[in-house]
């Protein structure tokens, strides 16, 4: 039997990995004159494994109303996915203007502002509706792997058609509704596009792993978001693991 010291220290060792491994969920509102962020760590965070999703809104609301409104903190939380989430305010309509067009810049004033030491993982972005424009302005940044975009192609389709030929190890994840003309425009003819009919409540091995997927909505354009299924089941898709407890 090891001696007492050894035991303790033992014991010591298993009380701070646990620790880390289960860190509290922390979220932080950054105030900034180009409009709002909302930062969450999750419930079982772990940076060494973890990758980093943005969230961008759509036309018609804030991020501070879809924080609060839609539930978007259970929304990312319900994933279970261990990621450092972002939401970032975004253009309310064509008028407006994106608000933060470099991803180095956002991620910079997060690390700065919330005093965290954000994960070396993937860069994924995910956004609903008009968030499509802010993402576009994105797809230049060298580690951004993977976009989903929630029925929001509108516009950039040779810029994101660009962007997913760019390198095989990005990922373009793309639920229609009212856009299905203009989604299916911008797949057609790349390889390995796999389609679904609808959104499931789990997706399949084979649709976790596909390059380039494509799904057809059942649920209403703003349901993607307000129905609160959605969000969470997609983010299952970007292949980041699991959280500490599960």
């Known amino acids: ?3 007492r010291s050894l035991q303790i220290l033992a014991a010591g060792l298993l009380v701070a990995s646990t620790a880390a491994a289960e860190t509290r969920a922390i979220h932080t509102r950054i105030a ?18 973890a990758g980093t999703v ?34 970032v305010a975004a253009p309310r309509s064509l008028e407006d203007h994106v608000r933060f067009p470099d991803l180095g810049a956002v991620l910079r004033l997060v690390a700065r502002r919330a005093k965290l030491r954000l994960p070396a993982g993937p860069l994924i972005a995910l956004g609903h509706s008009g968030g499509y424009w ?9 580690r951004l792997r993977q976009v989903i975009l929630l029925d929001g192609v509108y516009g950039f389709l040779a810029e994101y058609r660009a962007w997913i030929t760019g390198a095989p190890s990005r ?33 399949s091995h084979r649709e976790r792993a596909a390059r380039i997927l494509y799904v057809d909505s059942q649920y209403s354009h703003s349901a993607l978001v307000t129905g609160r299924k959605v969000i969470p089941a997609v983010l299952k898709l970007t292949g980041l693991p699991g959280l500490a407890r599960d």
């Open 134 to 142: 802010t993402i576009a302005s994105w797809l230049d940044h060298d």
């Open 32 to 49: 900034t004159p180009a409009g709002a962020i909302h930062v969450l760590r999750p419930d079982g965070y772990r940076r060494a494994t």
């Open 1 to 3: 039997m090891p001696p």
């Open 54 to 87: 943005l969230y961008v809104h759509g036309f018609n609301t804030t991020v501070d109303r879809t924080w609060k409104e839609d539930r978007l903190e259970d929304q990312l939380a319900a994933s279970r996915i261990n990621a450092l989430f972002i939401a």
């Open 171 to 203: 990922r373009l994840v793309l639920v229609a509704r009212g856009t299905r003309k203009l989604s299916r425009r911008l797949v057609r003819g790349l390889p390995g596009v796999l389609r679904r009919p609808r959104i499931p409540e789990r997706f």
